[in-house]
């Protein structure tokens, strides 16, 4: 079985920094593209940004220029590099293999910024 584990998370202020780490098992990151997403309360899981096995990026509007998705194939981890966090930033960040979610959803990492 595929799984993923995140880490990383905490609580920070306002235009402060954070970056994730997520570790697969079962599967490797070179194998496909990988994804973070996100959660915030009351609302579904969105795509935050993505790497494609050529190292290509793309990101959700409201992170571009914050947030850098890298990848690590030789320690098999993907990292989400989050700067100038907003409060609207605060959610649960889950990683997973792109475009097919192929890993079980881990617990994520919790992110929470306060004004």
């Known amino acids: 079985q595929v799984q993923v584990a995140e880490s990383g998370g905490g609580m920070v202020q306002a235009g402060e920094s954070l970056r994730l780490s997520c570790v697969p098992s079962?599967?490797?990151?070179?194998?496909?593209?990988m994804a973070w997403y996100r959660q915030a309360p009351g609302k579904e899981r969105a795509l935050v940004a993505r790497?494609?096995?050529?190292?290509?990026?793309n990101y959700a509007n409201s992170v571009k220029g914050r947030f850098t998705i890298s990848r690590d194939n030789a320690k098999n981890t993907v990292y989400l590099q989050m700067n100038s966090l907003k409060p609207e930033d605060t959610a649960v960040y889950y990683c997973?293999?792109?475009?097919?979610?192929?890993?079980?959803w881990g617990q994520g990492a919790q992110v929470t910024v306060s004004s």
């Open positions: 997973n293999f792109y475009p097919f979610s192929l890993a079980s």
């Open positions: 079962g599967r490797t990151t070179d194998s496909s593209g």
């Open positions: 790497i494609n096995r050529d190292g290509a990026t």
